[in-house]
């Protein structure tokens, strides 16, 4: 039964996204914007953010950053590269959280990262022009 239910749970477990390539597997849950100028900052408290979100022994979720041609991309993972959530932070101050809509990330709780999002956005909230 065991061994039934792990070969289930890894099968699951490739169909989890590991890019955002297909929009059908996100869901966006907040949008914002920030002065352009703060994005460097706004990208730190994110890091910082997300990387609180998960602080126990029982399970990993690394962070990782990665510089784009518009912005920066900050996400959460779970095991290798299977992405959970995923944050865009634009040069021009638009941001956004995407969560998946793919296992394993709808069996996480994700409302920490929710919560980072939602505080560095107030932090370094910027009405629109």
């Not at 890894?10 to 996100?26: E, F, H, K």
């Not at 920490?112 to 560095?120: K, L, N, Q, V, Y």
């Amino acid at each position: 039964m065991k061994r039934t239910i792990v070969a289930a749970l890894l099968i699951c477990g490739c169909m989890t996204p590991v890019s955002r390539q297909n929009p059908a597997d996100w869901e966006t849950v907040q949008t914002g914007y920030i002065p352009p100028t703060q994005v460097q900052s706004f990208t730190d408290c994110l890091m910082d953010g997300f990387g609180k979100a998960h602080v126990n022994f029982a399970q990993n979720y690394p962070v990782r950053q990665e510089r784009r041609t518009d912005g920066y991309r900050v996400e959460t993972l779970a095991g290798a590269n299977y992405i959970l959530v995923s944050a865009d932070i634009m040069f021009d101050g638009s941001v956004a959280l995407y969560e998946s809509r793919i296992f394993p990330a709808t069996w996480n709780d994700l409302s920490g990262e929710r919560a980072a999002f939602a505080d560095c956005l107030q932090r370094y909230k910027k009405e629109r022009p």
